[in-house]
């Protein structure tokens, strides 16, 4: 008997109470474990099943009932009424519903009516404190850069947000701290780059805060599209009234946004597998980090970085890992810059050579002419010596004493020549395997704003480059309030993930506690 027969010959009615029954003890199983446990995480048929608290599995379990009692009921002339009670019934409970969720979050359905800082003459920075002119003697100066967080999306009023506390917390005893918040919801680390690059040095803080948060690695547009593959309920003609009129609604849509998504559209999937070193979005976000680094160490004494979490979350943190490679970046490490992501005049972009990067740049006699094969990426660079690192291979015999490329780092629009190596055949060894040719250079007269790396192939021998490495020391600071934060409701509003004023509080306890210690 196949299993059409068989449900055919059950009947239809019975088939749903069996279903139902099943969704409820699988549910009733599901409690159980998290109880246990923790939190369930599985996938199933490319559908992922996420329970972090116990109000998503309630709203499949209260189908599952509802299923069940659906059912069980003899659907014939005489029950009428009781289909029009039930009708009735399930229209008032769900207008209750509504009515009780309008009266806990009155404000869900009128925008935020926001109080800013009246004193500030600069329109840009008028949610936090903004001392214009220069520093009074005897007081430090911190510079605030973030985005939404920062600038308190969902706090109405400016004088809750962190850097106001902040301020108000350093300054209990006297006057000894001024500030100046640049904040902008959606800038990331490269907008705080040219804020630094054009103001910084006007402003001339002592000490400078960045706020990051997850989205500020996204300098690259790779992030999955969800509104490419919404949803099903989403498609219905249903959802936009019911989303702009609803609140109740919106609740569970919410819910089930958070409950089920597919495994490709998966924003921390994304972050975990695509936003990582070795990754060109990660390149891109390295690159512009370098530069708002560089900028700060040359302006001011302390730079902190506070790094804010996506919240709330139970078992690991699902975005742990984008976040300690943020982190790392903070300590002395070797850059490595993609010479496959470089601008070239010749050569080509081949995978599996065995490279830290997906792809390195290849030059092939009688495919490439001699010329540069890599140039850029024009970065700033401190006053100072450094180090830098080409790795390179000879993908063929080549004769000892035949010139291969020439190495340069350059400034100064590359007229400034501040180290250069000629790579013959015999510096190589053998054939196939990685070299890495470090070369120091020294940087005078202060900041150099567009240091690159030339690599000029001669033709003589085919050859591929990997990465230049540098080495780097931004001396950043750094305060991760996460394990803080996670400990009660952060969310200014009940759609809204932003912190709201108690999670500003702890922000600034947090960052006063940095400051006020000794570097």
């Known amino acids: 008997m196949n299993i059409n027969s068989f449900i055919k010959d059950l009947g239809f009615k019975k088939s749903l109470k069996i279903l139902a029954n099943i969704l409820i003890s699988i549910y009733t199983l599901v409690f159980i474990y998290f109880f246990a446990v923790g939190p369930v995480d599985s996938s199933f048929l490319g559908i992922r099943i996420r329970v972090q608290d116990l109000v998503n599995p309630l709203l499949i379990l209260s189908f599952a009932v509802a299923l069940r009692i659906a059912v069980a009921i003899t659907w014939n002339k005489k029950r009428i009424f009781d289909i029009i009670i039930l009708s009735l019934s399930s229209v008032m409970a769900l207008g209750a519903m509504e009515v009780l969720i309008r009266a806990r979050y009155p404000e869900e359905m009128q925008p935020i009516q926001y109080i800013y800082?009246?004193?500030?003459?600069?329109?840009?920075?008028?949610?936090?404190?903004?001392?214009?002119?220069?520093?009074?003697?005897?007081?430090?100066?911190?510079?605030?850069?973030?985005?939404?967080?920062t600038w308190g999306m969902g706090v109405r009023d400016w004088k809750d947000l962190y850097p106001n506390k902040l301020l108000e917390e350093l300054n209990r005893d006297s006057a000894t701290y001024d500030m100046q918040v640049w904040a902008v919801p959606g800038m990331q680390v490269d907008f705080h780059a040219k804020v630094l690059a054009h103001s910084g040095r006007q402003t001339a803080p002592d000490i400078i805060v960045y706020q990051w948060y997850v989205n500020d690695v996204e300098i690259w547009a790779g992030r999955p599209d969800q509104a490419k593959n919404p949803p099903v309920w989403q498609k219905f003609w249903t959802h936009p009234y019911l989303i702009g009129r609803s609140l109740l609604y919106r609740f569970v849509e919410s819910r089930m946004a958070t409950l089920l998504y597919q495994d490709g559209v998966s924003y921390a999937r994304y972050m975990e597998e695509e936003v990582v070193p070795g990754k060109r979005n990660w390149w891109y976000f390295e690159q512009e980090f370098h530069k708002w680094a560089t900028y700060a160490n040359s302006i001011a004494k302390r730079t902190i970085m506070m790094t804010f979490p996506s919240l709330p979350y139970k078992g690991e943190y699902p975005f742990a890992k984008v976040t300690n490679s943020v982190i790392a970046l903070t300590r002395p490490h070797m850059m490595k810059i993609p010479v496959a992501y470089l601008p070239k005049?010749?050569?080509?972009?081949?995978?599996?050579?065995?490279?830290?990067?997906?792809?390195?740049?290849?030059?092939?006699?009688?495919?490439?002419?001699?010329?540069?094969?890599?140039?850029?990426?024009y970065m700033p660079m401190p006053e100072g010596g450094h180090k830098a690192v080409f790795n390179a291979m000879l993908l063929g015999p080549a004769q000892q004493e035949a010139k291969v490329a020439l190495l340069e780092i350059a400034s100064g629009e590359g007229k400034n020549i501040l180290a250069s190596m000629v790579l013959k055949g015999g510096d190589f060894g053998s054939p196939g395997q990685w070299k890495s040719f470090p070369l120091s250079f020294n940087v005078e007269g202060g900041m150099a704003e567009d240091v690159e790396f030339r690599i000029e192939w001669f033709g003589q021998a085919d050859m591929a480059v990997d990465t230049i490495d540098v080495a780097v020391d931004y001396r950043i600071e750094v305060v991760n309030p996460m394990e803080e934060l996670n400990t009660f409701n952060t969310h200014a509003t009940l759609f809204d993930a932003h912190p709201n004023a108690r999670a500003h509080g702890v922000m600034a306890q947090a960052l006063a506690r940095q400051i006020l210690r000794q570097p």
């Open 117 to 149: 800082n009246e004193t500030v003459s600069n329109r840009d920075n008028d949610r936090g404190p903004y001392t214009e002119g220069p520093a009074k003697p005897g007081v430090t100066r911190i510079m605030v850069q973030g985005d939404s967080v």
């Open 345 to 377: 005049r010749e050569g080509v972009e081949e995978r599996g050579l065995g490279g830290v990067f997906e792809e390195a740049r290849v030059a092939r006699r009688g495919v490439a002419g001699p010329g540069h094969i890599a140039f850029g990426p």
